[in-house]
């Protein structure tokens, strides 16, 4: 089993800044890739990034490139993902998943809510 808890959510300002965190605890050497998620208010789930977990191999959604920036740290078993110049349209529930080569994603965090006023 791998858990997942994410962290650094909160109110900010369109242009600002976040930096939030996947902190993995348990099987965490199972782990393959780790992407991060977000659901904003009546939409679909949408793919924001994905970083290897034992490589620095990154993946970025259309809408985020060249703006967020995932990253892990091995040793503290975290994922982080700095998101920049933020848009009110980046408001939604973050979520941090894992996959253990599968093919999906098996684990998943419990959300961190960012929201960005105009």
């Known amino acids: 089993q791998v858990q997942l808890v994410e962290s650094g959510g909160g109110l900010v300002q369109a242009g600002g800044s976040l930096r939030l965190s996947c902190a993995a605890s348990g099987r965490t050497f199972s782990i393959y890739r780790t992407g991060w998620f977000r659901q904003g208010p009546g939409k679909e789930r949408e793919f924001v990034a994905a970083i290897r977990w034992n490589a620095d191999i990154t993946s970025y959604g259309d809408s985020v490139k060249g703006r967020f920036a995932i990253s892990r740290d091995i040793a503290k078993n975290t994922v982080y993902l700095q998101m920049n110049s933020l848009k009110p349209d980046d408001t939604a529930v973050y979520y941090c998943?894992?996959?253990?080569?599968?093919?999906?994603?098996?684990?998943w965090g419990q959300g961190t809510q960012v929201t960005v006023s105009s």
């Open positions: 998943a894992a996959d253990r080569h599968t093919g999906r994603y098996e684990y």
